[in-house]
Every structure is written in structure tokens, then in C-alpha cells.
């Protein structure tokens, strides 16, 4: 059973760009989870999206944005990017019900210049 | 409200029993996890206890909950070099949809 699947691996980008990550969950698994893994801070919670629908967010501002789609898959958009956004996305999903065990990708590592 | 807490580092040797120890502050979890983290990879889930078990084991690994201090336990058994990883205690909650993370144990494995 392939797990979670995150593209791009690495992403370099210039202050003010937008950045697209994406994300594949297992097979099956309804729920996608969006963290933040900056240097220093530990993993923060940013999204929540079940079924199509967006069910919770955590403490980031309006720019970090994301959808999931029919097939379940996600995307994260983060608009006007800033310096302190460089860190290890990581995407988990899980089955239906919120506090079923995530299951987690390797992340995609974002970069600042 | 919902914080949880690790010690940074831990250094065994190969072969002794390496336990990593994790306090948290709400009652109202649900799952509380242990994960696994390599350089440059992702978090595995290593295993996971429902609140209102005390116990489980699964080959090497034995996690211990007391509910009444908050506490959750993770010891590994003949810790070996491959252990070597940053280990993260969770703990996720009903409707809430986010898992909460320590900042992470570092364990190194001495030969």
C-alpha cells in the first residue's frame, strides 16, 4: 500500500512568489492534515480538510491557503511568501474521524531565498 | 489548554533500554502517539494508545500511560544504532483535527 505522497521534494523561491505543495493521501483515507516543521518551533498544525471541506486551521495568517480535492488529494498555497516561511512541509492523512492516527509524507522542504 | 512537553536528548548505549518520557495537559485527548523522525524524512508512526488504556506493547516497544499525571512513556528495548532519530510524543483530540506535537527527543545510540 503506497503511503503519503508529497511533491515537489525540495522548492526554492524568492520573497513575495507563490509557492503550490501538494500532497497524495493513502488510499482510503478521507482526512488530510497540513504542519509546519520550521527550525526551532517544533511541528505546528496548519490545516485540517475532510471530504472536501476545509474543518479546521490553526494560528497562520489568510496567505497559507490549501484545498482538498474529490479524489482527496491536496494542495497548500502559501501566497507572498516571507523569509520565516522557509521549513519541512508535512502532509499526513487519515481515515474518517479526526482523531484517527495520522499516517505522514516525507514533506517538502521549502526555501526562502 | 493543550501543550506537551519532552525532554530534548537522550544518549543510551546499544543494547540497554532507552525510555523517552512525555507530559501533556489535556484531559480531553483521545489517541496519544510516539513518532519517529530520521534526518530528512518524515514522521513514522511508531505506535499509539487510546486514553483510557494504561499499557500496550508491540515487539520492542512498550508505551505506558498514567492518566491521572498526565505522563506517557516510551521504552524501547535493545536500542539499537538504527534507533538513532528524533522522537516525537502526540496527542490528538475529538472534531479538533490537529495533533499536537513536543518539540521532539533526540536519542542517540552509542556502539
Known amino acids: 500500500e503506497a503511503g503519503v505522497t508529497q511533491s515537489p521534494t525540495h522548492l526554492i523561491k524568492t520573497r513575495g512568489q507563490q509557492a503550490t505543495l501538494r500532497c497524495s493521501p493513502i488510499?482510503?483515507?478521507?482526512?488530510v492534515y497540513w504542519y509546519q516543521q520550521a527550525l526551532g518551533l517544533g511541528l505546528q498544525f496548519l490545516l485540517w480538510y475532510d471530504e472536501g471541506e476545509e474543518r479546521n486551521r490553526g494560528n497562520f495568517p489568510p496567505r497559507f491557503s490549501g484545498r482538498q480535492f474529490p479524489n482527496y488529494s491536496s494542495e497548500l498555497n502559501v501566497n507572498a511568501l516571507e523569509l520565516e516561511d522557509s521549513a519541512l512541509y508535512l502532509c499526513?492523512?487519515?481515515?474518517?474521524?479526526?482523531?484517527?492516527?495520522?499516517?505522514f509524507g516525507d514533506g517538502t522542504r521549502l526555501s526562502i531565498l | 489548554g493543550e501543550d506537551v512537553e519532552q525532554s530534548l536528548f537522550l544518549s543510551v548505549r546499544e543494547g540497554d533500554s532507552s525510555v523517552i518520557n512525555c507530559t501533556y495537559t489535556d484531559s480531553s485527548s483521545t489517541y496519544l502517539y510516539w513518532y519517529k523522525q530520521e534526518p530528512g524524512a518524515g514522521l513514522q508512526l511508531l505506535t499509539y494508545?487510546?486514553?483510557?488504556?494504561d499499557m500496550k506493547q508491540d515487539q520492542r516497544l512498550t508505551v505506558l500511560l498514567n492518566k491521572k499525571d498526565k505522563h506517557l512513556s516510551l521504552r524501547i528495548a535493545d536500542t539499537q544504532t538504527g534507533d538513532s532519530a528524533i522522537y516525537f510524543c502526540a496527542e490528538s483530540y475529538t472534531n479538533a483535527g490537529k495533533s499536537t506535537f513536543g518539540d521532539g527527543t533526540t536519542l542517540t545510540v552509542k556502539p
Open positions: 499526513a492523512s487519515s481515515s474518517q474521524g479526526s482523531d484517527q492516527p495520522q499516517h
Open positions: 494508545i487510546f486514553s483510557n488504556m
Open positions: 488510499s482510503g483515507h478521507t482526512s
